[in-house]
């Protein structure tokens, strides 16, 4: 090679790494934020709730995104809404067999550390909303906490994948759990030594009767039946858990 086509290749680098490093935080153009937020009207400092979906990730089912629904309400309520995909972070489908509740946990505490940092977000006022496998991860990032301060003040499970979890022991958190009685896909008899354990007087756990895993999907019939279990729709299993979780976050 020649030295003078050297010395443009040399300048070609040099260009291109400059590029690069535009791309860095701090720079002219900024970095992706890792993860995807609504934000309340409104100046001041708002409280935060995460979200963190079941087994198949923040989609919609029958035309219905839950997800969505119930972000949309709580940007309306004042709230900072921060989706934690632990699924699409790994480019992953659904989470069977490809991922634990300790690391969908890690990611919620991860999120929850992000979130306090952000401008107006009041860091003290950060919960969490986990479906399914993100009920279990939220368990799972409850039972991670170190001591002192806890990274979440309010935690809510819906019909929760209690299989692989323990109790926590961190105080200072205040808990709501929401399990269907006759639910096949995560039997509520898994979470009794969550429940039983956890400390005094931090968690609530309130059993629905006739109310099968995803009760509060409302694209679902009554009932439905999948190669992992039966699941439906309770109408008043959802409205009953929804009213008492924006109850329980404020």
Not at 30 to 56: D, K, Q, Y
Not at 155 to 164: S, T
Not at 181 to 196: H, N, S
Not at 205 to 224: G, N, V
């Amino acid at each position: 090679m020649a030295f003078d086509d050297l010395k443009i290749l040399g300048r070609f680098a040099a260009a291109y790494l400059a590029f690069l490093a535009l791309l860095l935080p701090g720079h002219g153009i900024a970095a992706a934020e890792p993860f995807r937020t609504l934000t309340p009207s409104g100046g001041g400092s708002h409280p935060a709730v995460l979200l963190i979906s079941g087994c198949s990730g923040f989609i919609a089912f029958d035309g219905v995104n839950l997800y969505d629904e119930r972000a949309a309400e709580l940007q309306a309520a004042g709230y900072v809404v921060v989706f934690v995909d632990y699924l699409g972070r790994r480019n992953l489908k659904n989470c069977r067999g490809q991922i634990s509740v300790a690391e969908v946990g890690k990611d919620i505490l991860e999120a929850a550390t992000w979130a306090r940092g952000q401008p107006g977000v009041d860091a003290a006022r950060i919960s969490a909303i986990g479906w399914s496998y993100g009920g279990g991860g939220v368990i799972a990032a409850l039972a991670a906490m170190p001591p002192g301060t806890p990274a979440l003040a309010k935690a809510v499970m819906y019909y929760p994948a209690c299989r692989e979890t323990q109790p926590w022991s961190v105080s200072g958190v205040s808990a709501l759990m929401h399990l269907g009685a006759i639910d096949e896909v995560a039997p509520p008899g898994l979470c009794d030594t969550v429940v039983k354990e956890a400390p005094p007087n931090s968690l609530r756990a309130i059993t629905y009767p006739d109310a099968r895993h995803a009760f509060d999907l409302r694209s679902l019939p009554e009932r439905a039946q999948y190669q992992f279990g039966t699941i439906g729709y309770n109408a008043e299993a959802a409205n009953r858990s929804w009213a008492t979780t924006v109850e329980f976050l404020r």
